[in-house]
Nanobody, 116 residues
C-alpha cells in the first residue's frame, strides 16, 4: 500500500495550492480519505475528510476555503486550498482508513509554507 502525496510548496498568503494523494494497493472506494496537517511544535490535526459515500467534513478553520474531493478511477484524493493563511504552514499528510477492518495508512507528507 502506498499513498503518494504531492503538490506542496511555498505560497504567499491569499494564494492557492492543490494537494494530491495517489493511492495504490487499496480499493479506494471503501476507504475514508483524509488530509491531516502538523505544524511545528503542534499536534497533528484533521483538516478534511471524505467518506466512501462522498460525504465531506472540514475543520472549522478551513471551512469555505478548502475543498476535498476524489477521483475514484484515478484512486486520487485532492485538497484544493484557497486563500491560504500563514497559520496553514505545516506538513500535510494523506490518510486512508477503513475502520471496520482496522486498516489505516499514511502517506509521507508534503510541506506547505505560507508566507505573510
Amino acid at each position: 500500500v502506498q499513498l503518494q502525496a504531492s503538490g506542496g510548496g511555498l505560497v504567499q498568503a491569499g494564494g492557492s495550492l492543490r494537494l494530491s494523494c495517489a493511492a495504490s494497493g487499496i480499493d479506494f472506494r471503501f476507504y475514508m480519505m483524509a488530509w491531516y496537517r502538523q505544524a511545528p511544535g503542534k499536534q497533528r490535526e484533521l483538516v478534511a475528510n471524505i467518506g466512501s459515500g462522498g460525504a465531506t467534513n472540514y475543520v472549522n478553520s478551513v471551512m469555505g476555503r478548502f475543498t476535498i474531493s476524489r477521483d475514484i478511477p484515478k484512486n486520487t484524493v485532492y485538497l484544493q486550498m484557497n486563500n491560504l493563511r500563514p497559520e496553514g504552514t505545516a506538513v500535510y499528510y494523506c490518510n486512508a482508513v477503513w475502520r471496520s477492518i482496522n486498516k489505516d495508512y499514511w502517506g509521507q507528507g508534503t510541506q506547505v509554507t505560507v508566507s505573510s
